[in-house]
């Protein structure tokens, strides 16, 4: 059962989209953490971008086409979800997660790659950054991709259909700070 | 849980009987939850104490074994002082200020039932015991507890052949950063439940300044946990996985930790600074029966506070090998900060004129606090002005300091709130005399403890140190007296909690009905029944008015509920 | 304030102090002040009888007055207070000396390790003495030091010279100081290292002329001594 409280609005913004928003604002400081911590020691170390040369701008381009088109679809679905159509919602959200997917796997391949060229994450402090950011975001892709298989499993039942719109919110999200470390990482070199 | 056993009793009889997990433990409901953050608060508050009167012992009686401890070798000293601290301001300050408080007030004060997310709201207390549980299990693991200081400066907090608490320094980490995510979920509650959830025509100006910190406290603590949630995961790895981060071999920086640390680390004291002083707004105005001077100066300082406390982190490392002139810039930001705190604390000391003041137990813990926090606040200056830090940093100085900041917030504020709304949660009055008793000797207590604390500081003694003898300068004599002076004080003080437990036991069993407004006050929470049950209000109350309009002069009487209409 | 408890030994000692002091008389002016108001206010408006409190809504430029005017004060205070740390600090910290005699210092688990130049005044070369917990200066010399950490985080602290600065892994830090007063005292490790933490004291002796050069001739490293015997 709902308290009353979950139903009122009076700042006028949906209370879920409320809620969102703060878990977002919490993230972008994680995630500005980690960033600004690798960008001032970038900054300060010139050699490492010798390393950097070692990343894959091809695949890491690739994999931003990916999120981006993902991104596309959980939109899709939003306004699918407008219209009331809880099918077709679930089954674009279906499309974003395949689209997650196929990060995840492309970015297994390319670790792979490194990792067997020892580049590992403790060879130094480049990889360490390396590693952990991305590694940090794809944890984020996960818990994003098992979200939306839960909204669309309640959304093909045309139930919550306000979800759709939150967890793309998120996936938004998790899309921008790939923006982000798509350069970072992989093309400053 | 007594406490809790008579807040639910009258809810029983209405309604269905719920098993005992499904009420204590497993309960959505925001009061129960305050209750759970509050209990666990208290338990590891006692903790705390206990390694605080170990390690005390110790200095006063270097090499002597300690009754209940036994001896305290320098690893024990450096795990005690560690977990003290990390104790006192992680596990106790944050859930009764913030969390417990937070979850009482909020939805009792903007007048609805409950918190907008309650099974987030019991998700956040879940992850918080889970945080405690670890904490504790890192004291039981090889090599014991971590023994770094609360700030974990990596590399002795990275590696295990210089921390050597291997697993302790891991488990340390995993907890508070489970602390820190218990917190961020129980945010999402705290501003949308204001935000969103308040009475019918309650306004942004008609919310109680309480309810307005603890939010802006919620918020300062999102914004600036970030970066060191990004620091721990950081020090996570390379304490496990041999990353580079911290490590100048591998081209790391020790003092980046440092920076991600204290980002959060200074904010942090606002963050349970303002419930604290929220809370003592709430008292004053009841007894001073006086309308809050300036409530919008008010929320403006604590505004201006918060957004200054993002700027003035590196003042705790002006000696760290920092940029020496960067400590300049940071000398500016952390002496404009006294400003705003300054003027909190003359709003305060100005709503006392003219009032009728009743001294009762609540409102003598509430001007302690504001008599205190300005000791802390005043010394505090010394250390922000980078010309005398130099010899102050890292001398009992500064732990008398912030103990003079600490005690007052987490000590002195939850004792005002719990005896404030004692009434409220239990429906009993308590005893007034032994809640006297109990703040007099605390009172002095506190004081006899870290006045000498900061002679000693004065005269060049430095933290962290189980045995001065090893120093010439600072081993006997007077000093060795002090040392003596500040434990006897803190066993009194220990030993005086004893009355406050025995104040609530006595009180619950033989303490008068409150009725629903004991304190003839304004916020809406007591309007509710004494205790509230499930949903709060017999019928959701509206709102009129902002919540000090005591003595109105169109009014005979000299208070003026928020819910009756004009 | 400090000088009571502890002698002032180097140029700058003074210095400090007088910030100190200076912070001390103003903050001090206003916590009494304010403590005074605050317990005159309890006293005088403590409640004896019925009848209603007063009605100040502190919101009329009158009544804000009492708020605005001492903010005012306390900013005005502050940049006293500002202009007196940030000198001190600038000649502490920002500046170097011109002429100056260089001592290493090294700190370690639990340790500390001082390399004197030695007579030629410079470091690296033969004549360089390395003493552990032992730091041997003499009166108004003017040293810079070098310091360095091996593993952990450490704090080169000397109450008696008002000095502290921490020794951070990876980094060479360079500072000054001019002891004034001979004598022997304290050199504490300021910031928490370890379990050896409580046990890494070091003395410090600051000796006139004579008594360093004799000490120099005491302590020439042997390797030096052999060459320059036959």
Redesign the interface.
Known sequence: MR????T????G?P?GR??VW??L??????????L??YI??RLS?D??ADYAANTSTPIGAFNTFVLLTSSLSAVLAHAAAERGDGKLAARRLLYTIAGGGVFLCVKAYEWTMEISHGFT?????????YY?AAG?HASHVIAGMILMAFVARDAAKNAELHRVELVGIYWHFVDVVWIFLFPLLYIAK | MATAEVTEHHDDHGHHDEGFVKKYLWSTDHKMICFQYMFTGIAMGLLGGFMAYAFRMQLAFPGASVPGWGGVTPADYNSLVTNHGTIMIFWVAMPVLIAAFGNYLI?LMTG???????K?NRLSFQIFLLSAIVLLASFFVEGGGFGGAWTAYPPLSSKPEYSLTPLGSSLWLVAVGLEFIAF?LG??NF???T????AKG?RLYDIPIVVWFIVIASILF??????????A??LL?NQN?????F?PD????PV?WQH?FW?FGHPEVYVVLLPAIGITAEIITTFARKKLFAYKTVLNTAIATGVLSFTVWAHHQFVAGIDPRMANVFTISTLLISVPVAEMIFVYIATLYGGKITLNTPMLWALSFIFEFMIGGVTGIFLGASGSDIYFHDTYFVLAHFHYTFFPIAIIGSFAGITYWFPKMTGKMMNDTLGKLHFWITIITFNLIFIPLFVLGAAGQHRRIYNYEHFPDLAGGWMQDLRVLATVALLVMLAAQVIFFFNVFISLRNGKKAGNNPWKANSLEWVAPSPPGH?NFAE?PNCYRGPYEYSHPDREDDYWPQNEPA | MVRSFLVQASSFAADIDFVIDLIGVLVGFWFVLASCVFFYLILRFRSKDEGKAEWVTGEEKSQKRWITIPHILVLICDIFILVGAVRVWVHVKQTMPEETTPVRIVAQQWAWTFVHAGPDGALDTDDDIVKIDELHVQKDVTYRYELSALDVVHDFSVPVFRLKQDAVPGRVIEGWFKPTLAGEFDIQCAEMCGIGHGMMPAELFIETAEQHTAWMADHAPKSLAAVSAP
């Open positions: 308290p009353i409280a979950n009122r609005s009076a700042a913004i209370t409320l809620a703060w878990v604002a919490s993230e972008i400081v994680i995630f500005g953490g980690i600004a911590s001032m020691n170390h050699w490492w994450i403790s060879a130094n402090g480049f990889w360490s950054f952990t940090v | 939805p609805c039932d409950d918190m907008v997310f309650p987030v961020l945010g999402i501003v949308t439940t935000m969103n959830a308040r309650m999102m914004a600036s946990v970030g970066p060191l949630v990004a620091g995961i950081m790895f996985l041999g990353t580079g981060f490590d591998k081209g790391g920086d980046l991600l980002f949903g959701l």
